[in-house]
């Protein structure tokens, strides 16, 4: 939550997955708050940018409850999410995976996915190293939920990339 919008109790929200918004609407979602989280019933969204909106909580009348909220996390429950279509998947499902190389085997696991402009990219680290992985279908293949495994084919020199300059540093 970045601020407050307006005096009716709005609050302006910078979103990580705009596109899990559409599943909030009339639902039930959650605002955590240094470690506190507490349930709001999201009633109305107008969006303001493509990943930024103004939201209206039922619970939310003015503007001094909307400014308590600045600072909290949104967070929707899993079962608000639909599933993605077949071969696609959500960003934050991720993290915390394994990744198996079909050519190179294991590679740990993903720390973390950067949401870029022309790609999103997979951050894992390999022999201490942090390596980079765009997430085109030509990279990665296939990820399978029930063992955590998200395999990836990727081009030869890649990894070596990350490691060849390492001496100069």
């Known amino acids: ?82 599933n993605p279509p077949k071969g696609e998947w959500y960003p934050f499902e991720l993290p915390g995976m394994a990744v198996l190389d079909e050519r ?14 022309a790609q999103d990219l997979l951050a894992l680290k390999y022999q201490g190293q942090e390596v980079l992985v765009p997430i085109t279908p030509e990279f990665v293949k296939q990820l399978d939920r029930e063992k955590s495994i998200l395999t990836t084919c990727l081009p030869e020199g890649l990894l070596e990339v990350y490691f060849r300059f390492q001496k100069y540093l």
């Open 1 to 82: 939550i970045s601020r407050s919008q307006g005096i009716q109790g709005e609050i302006r929200v910078v979103l990580d997955y705009p596109e899990l918004l559409s599943f909030g609407k009339g639902k039930t979602v959650y605002l955590e708050k240094e470690g506190t989280r507490f349930s709001y019933d999201l009633i109305g969204i107008r969006w303001i940018t493509p990943s930024e909106a103004s939201l209206k909580f039922k619970q939310i009348k003015d503007r001094d409850q909307a400014d308590s909220l600045i600072g909290s996390t949104l967070l929707f429950p899993l079962t608000l999410i639909p």
């Open 104 to 117: 190179l085997g294991d590679l740990g696991l993903v720390e973390e996915v950067y949401r870029m402009p």
